[in-house]
């Protein structure tokens, strides 16, 4: 039997070295492999290039390594929430790809599905395919380093003709990723939001490391309800049920907000 779990999330990152790329599952705070994240501050890993649909907040997920100044580059959709994040993009420290979601979505399921590139509508007349857009400052308010010019052709699709930009596929050394149930075989089931870039980010990854609320045996899990299967997985960690998890902005009702005494917008 093919046994994929290791004893620790120190032991399995202890591999990842310096200069590495990671693919990072995550949307907002939900899906956040912590104690991986963790695991690799505690090592000290840095000059990092991570591709990930955010970088966290200013003192959870891929903040706490962006804190430690541990991250070269950030390949990301949005990064609205994080004021460390916008202190080092504009004095130059950290690098910035900024991608639309869907894009970066697809540039992850590409990669692993062994699609070198695609076209998309998204980013044409815009500079995501004419250049310029600020990758890195020079931190005196210069731009150090742009983004590229694009390749953009025409397409028909379903008789109409309209221009596609050209978008390459990302692979990256590592993945990190969390995920509520798998088996020693590597399967995985997702609960719902931190469904939406774990799988990916587990795809792109020549190693994918995953962590686990619960581990079970091979044959437990319904191969139906299985999301992601084994053979994207490489290593596997068993995180418990009780593992710390945030909320990136907490938002209740009206008549909730009034019945607690919690200010309108809270």
Not at 179 to 187: P, Q
Request: charged share 25%; with cysteine.
């Amino acid at each position: 039997m093919i046994d994929k779990t290791y004893a620790s999330a120190t032991e399995a990152v202890a591999d990842i070295p310096e200069g590495a790329s990671l693919a990072v599952g995550g949307f907002g705070l939900s899906g956040n492999p912590i104690a991986l994240i963790q695991a690799l501050l505690a090592q000290g890993t840095g000059d990092l290039s991570i591709v990930s649909n955010n970088c966290g907040v200013d003192d959870w997920g891929l903040g706490v390594l962006l804190n430690a100044k541990r991250i070269r580059k950030m390949t990301s959709s949005y990064v609205g929430e994080n004021k460390e994040f916008e202190r080092q993009f504009l004095s130059g420290e950290l690098e910035l790809e900024l991608t639309p979601q869907g894009t970066l979505a697809e540039k992850l399921r590409a990669g692993g599905s062994g699609i070198a590139a695609f076209f998309t509508q998204t980013g044409v007349g815009t500079q995501v395919a004419e250049g310029g857009l600020p990758r890195r400052y020079d931190g005196q308010g210069g731009v150090a380093v742009a983004s590229p010019v694009k390749d953009v052709r025409e397409f028909v699709m379903g008789g109409i003709a309209g221009d596609y930009v050209l978008e390459e596929a990302i692979v990256t050394d590592f993945s990190l990723v969390h995920a509520l149930k798998g088996d020693r075989h590597g399967n995985l089931i997702f609960n719902k939001a931190a469904r939406n870039f774990n799988p990916l980010a587990a795809m792109a990854g020549r190693v994918c490391i995953a962590e686990v609320e619960e581990l079970v045996e091979p044959g437990e899990l319904d191969p139906d309800q299985i999301h992601l299967p084994g053979i994207y997985v490489h290593r596997i960690i068993e995180v418990g049920h009780d593992i710390e998890k945030r909320i990136e902005r907490r938002t209740v009702s009206v008549a909730e907000a009034l019945s607690r005494d919690i200010p309108e917008g809270a």
